[in-house]
């Protein structure tokens, strides 16, 4: 069985960075894609980042281009997030996802980021 768990997530101030960090097991984790998504309160879950499996291609959504970066080390079967000019507006329970056959099929429980202004 899969399994994902999220850490790296806390309180910080506004203009600060996070890393997340999201291990996986039980999977074939070097051949899927992984992925990041947020959800703040009132609102719906929203992509945030994804990364292939070869790490060859990696994906963001306009809001958190140019301040975050996702990476993977397939030796460690984990993927990471780190974020830089954290906003107010970033806070939020994020979550890591694993791609299979074309859907983001397993989830973490989420890790709670929340930044101060």
């Known amino acids: 069985q899969v399994q994902l768990v999220e850490s790296g997530g806390g309180l910080v101030q506004a203009g600060g960075s996070l890393r997340l960090s999201c291990a996986v097991s039980?999977?074939?984790?070097?051949?899927?894609?992984m992925g990041w998504f947020r959800q703040a309160p009132g609102k719906e879950r929203e992509f945030v980042a994804a990364?292939?499996?070869?790490?060859?291609?990696?994906y963001y959504s306009d809001s958190v281009k140019g301040r975050f970066t996702i990476s993977r080390d397939n030796a460690k079967n984990t993927v990471y997030l780190q974020m830089n000019s954290l906003k107010p507006e970033d806070t939020a329970v994020y979550y890591c996802?694993?791609?299979?056959?074309?859907?983001?099929?397993?989830w973490g429980q989420g890790t709670q980021v929340t930044v101060s202004s």
């Open positions: 996802a694993a791609e299979d056959s074309s859907n983001w099929r397993y």
């Open positions: 990364i292939t499996y070869s790490s060859s291609y990696t």
């Open positions: 039980g999977g074939t984790f070097s051949s899927a894609a």
